[in-house]
């Protein structure tokens, strides 16, 4: 059974930083795409980030672009968003998701083929 679980949310300052992680079980990332969404109060779910699982490749939301890194570390079937100089707007519910079928990562679309989901990591900007 795929199981993902994320981890590392918090509160933290403008300007602060954090990394999330998403542990991986019952496959393995090499099989996946993985990406992280975010929703806050109130606001559709938006893709923050992707990684493919074929070359590394990785999509960025125009919002975070030059602030977020999205990294893999197959071996420990976790992959990691680093999120620097946070902004109160970074504020929402931090959601990986894994996709064993083609997603567009230029794009990360289309959202339907993320087909398993975590239970989400709260991150709080707020000074």
């Known amino acids: 059974q795929v199981q993902l679980v994320e981890s590392g949310g918090g509160l933290v300052q403008p300007g602060g930083s954090l990394r999330l992680s998403c542990a991986a079980s019952?496959?393995?990332?090499?099989?996946?795409?993985i990406g992280w969404f975010r929703q806050a109060p109130g606001k559709e779910r938006e893709g923050v980030s992707c990684?493919?699982?074929?070359?590394?490749?990785?999509y960025y939301a125009d919002s975070v672009k030059g602030r977020f890194t999205i990294s893999r570390d197959n071996a420990k079937n976790t992959v990691y968003l680093q999120m620097n100089s946070l902004k109160p707007e970074d504020t929402a519910v931090y959601y990986c998701?894994?996709?064993?079928?083609?997603?567009?990562?230029?794009?990360?679309?289309?959202?339907?083929?993320?087909?398993?989901w975590g239970q989400g990591t709260q991150v709080t900007v707020s000074s």
């Open positions: 990684i493919s699982s074929s070359d590394g490749s990785t």
């Open positions: 019952g496959f393995t990332l090499d099989y996946s795409a």
């Open positions: 998701a894994a996709s064993s079928r083609a997603v567009d990562i230029a794009t990360m679309t289309p959202y339907s083929r993320f087909g398993s």
